[in-house]
């Protein structure tokens, strides 16, 4: 299974990426993740990106889709995975499709988690106190939450009219938003006939 979770930022896609790999048996990759992770190593990268990621600012197109590609080439993707945080703007969306028109292994699914922004602003504040993430100060998430509008929404819209996005209601306990992915997912491979 190759699957984007779409969404905006606090919509729950790592949390719900992680609770959904074990069941579809492949990795979650959040280019989110990854990101922080170079930025804790101190890497010349981590170190660029670092600023950037704390403004709430989008990180180069250039630097993901390398990011991305080195990730991809490891053996455990090859079988599928769960994309967290990546496509999120049309150049990206379109360089996705052309790396894995290369590889030869189109996505399955894209799913988008629904969450109105009041209940977003709330989830950032609560992940603000607990974790202490730059940048889901309320400011922040504020310009965040402009950069999906302008930016990651006509991600959506690209995949629906390729006829590939489900949407989600992302607001529910965690397990029933599981659920409802799950639901969208196999409605998804009865569609294709798998
Ligand atoms: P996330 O954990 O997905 O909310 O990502 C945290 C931050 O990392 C974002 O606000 C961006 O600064 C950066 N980032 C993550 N994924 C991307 C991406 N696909 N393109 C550009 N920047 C990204």
């Given at each position: 299974?190759?699957?984007?979770?779409?969404?905006?930022?606090?919509s729950?896609?790592?949390?719900?990426?992680?609770?959904?790999?074990?069941?579809?048996?492949?990795?979650?990759?959040?280019?989110?993740d990854?990101?922080r992770?170079?930025v804790a190593?101190g890497?010349a990268?981590g170190?660029?990106?670092?600023?950037?990621m704390?403004?709430?600012?989008?990180?180069?197109?250039?630097?993901?889709?390398?990011?991305l590609?080195?990730?991809l080439?490891?053996?455990d993707?090859?079988?599928?995975?769960?994309l967290?945080?990546?496509?999120?703007?049309?150049a990206?969306?379109?360089?996705?499709?052309?790396?894995?028109t290369k590889?030869?292994?189109?996505?399955?699914?894209?799913?988008?988690?629904e969450?109105?922004?009041?209940?977003i602003?709330?989830?950032?504040?609560?992940?603000?106190?607990?974790?202490?993430?730059?940048?889901?100060?309320p400011?922040?998430?504020r310009k965040?939450?402009?950069?999906?509008?302008?930016?990651?929404?006509?991600?959506?819209d690209?995949?629906?009219?390729?006829?590939?996005l489900q949407?989600v209601?992302?607001?529910?306990?965690?397990?029933?938003?599981?659920?409802r992915?799950?639901?969208?997912?196999?409605?998804?491979?009865?569609?294709?006939?798998?």
């Open positions: 299974m190759r699957l984007v979770l779409l969404g905006a930022p606090g729950g896609k790592g949390t719900q990426a992680s609770r959904l790999k074990a069941a579809l048996g492949v990795p979650h990759i959040s280019t989110g990854m990101l992770a170079a190593a890497s990268m170190r660029k990106a670092k600023a950037v704390d403004a709430g600012q989008l990180v180069s197109d250039d630097i993901l889709l390398g990011m590609e080195e990730r080439a490891q053996p993707a090859t079988g599928g995975f769960i967290d945080g990546y496509p999120r703007n049309l990206q969306a379109a360089a996705l499709d052309q790396l894995l590889l030869g292994q189109p996505l399955d699914a894209v799913v988008k988690l969450v109105p922004n009041e209940a602003i709330s989830r950032c504040e609560i992940r603000f106190t607990a974790e202490g993430r730059a940048d889901d100060n400011d922040t998430v965040r939450l402009a950069i999906y509008a302008e930016q990651t929404a006509p991600v959506a690209f995949y629906a009219r390729h006829g590939k949407v209601d992302g607001v529910g306990e965690l397990a029933e938003v599981t659920a992915i799950k639901r969208a997912l196999q409605h998804e491979s009865a569609a294709a006939g798998g």
